[in-house]
């Protein structure tokens, strides 16, 4: 079973960057299919925010590209996301999450809170 541990969220003025990590607690991160962030604002659906798979390709909502990177360490078994020019719009919990077989997301982190004041 793939456990995910989420680090980095907090409070940031609008314009501001954070980063989030999450670390994978199996052996080899490459084995699995595709690594992703998703966010969840009160009142909102869920939603994709990024994702990379194994191959190192990457696909990002339209509301973060630009703005947002994500990458993954496989020696450090690591998934981040940079976000830059943060803004108000972009405060949620954010969830990483373990796609194995490329069938959708196995597993999910418990979340870090990410909130921007204006």
């Known amino acids: 079973q793939v456990q995910l541990v989420e680090s980095g969220g907090g409070l940031v003025q609008a314009g501001g960057s954070l980063r989030l990590s999450c670390v994978v607690s199996?052996?080899?991160?490459?084995?699995?299919?595709?690594m992703g962030w998703y966010r969840q604002a009160p009142g909102k659906q869920r939603e994709l925010v990024a994702r990379i798979t194994s191959g190192g390709a990457t696909n990002y909502a339209d509301s973060v590209k630009d703005r947002f990177t994500i990458s993954r360490d496989n020696v450090k078994n690591t998934v981040l996301l940079q976000m830059n020019s943060l803004k108000r719009e972009d405060t949620a919990v954010y969830y990483c999450t373990a796609d194995l077989y490329n069938t959708g997301p196995t597993s999910w982190g418990q979340g870090t809170q990410v909130t921007v004041s204006s």
């Open positions: 199996i052996r080899g991160i490459f084995n699995i299919y595709a």
